[in-house]
Nanobody, 115 residues
Framework: QVQLVESGGGLVQAGGSLRLSCAASGTIFGINVMAWFRQAPGKQRELVAGITNGGNTNYADSVKGRFTISRDNAKNMVYLQMNSLKPEDTAVYYC?????????WGQGTQVTVSS
């Protein structure tokens, strides 16, 4: 069972930036689409961004143009560059397979954006 460890969250003012990292304990090379998700208090977990092995990306409408997902298969890492952050981006962020039988969720990393 691959373990996922997310990091890089924190408290930032609106308009600021953060870069999240996700370290997988096993290979992600065979995983077609890796993704970042987020869960705000009282809300369901939602998909924020996904990236294929070939580097194709997709984003939730709410983050298009502000967030950039990337992956490094050699290092088993997935990243999320977040710019122009808004208070509504406040949530716990997780990474995992985009679909199918997912690995166990990591502890996530808290992102708090103040207005």
């Amino acid at each position: 069972q691959v373990q996922l460890v997310e990091s890089g969250g924190g408290l930032v003012q609106a308009g600021g930036s953060l870069r999240l990292s996700c370290a997988a304990s096993g290979t992600i090379f065979g995983i077609n689409v890796m993704a970042w998700f987020r869960q705000a208090p009282g809300k369901q977990r939602e998909l924020v961004a996904g990236i294929t092995n070939g580097g194709n990306t997709n984003y939730a409408d709410s983050v298009k143009g502000r967030f950039t997902i990337s992956r490094d298969n050699a290092k088993n890492m997935v990243y999320l560059q977040m710019n122009s952050l808004k208070p509504e981006d406040t949530a716990v962020y997780y990474c995992n397979k985009a679909s199918g039988l997912r690995w166990s969720w990591g502890q996530g990393t808290q992102v708090t954006v103040s207005s």
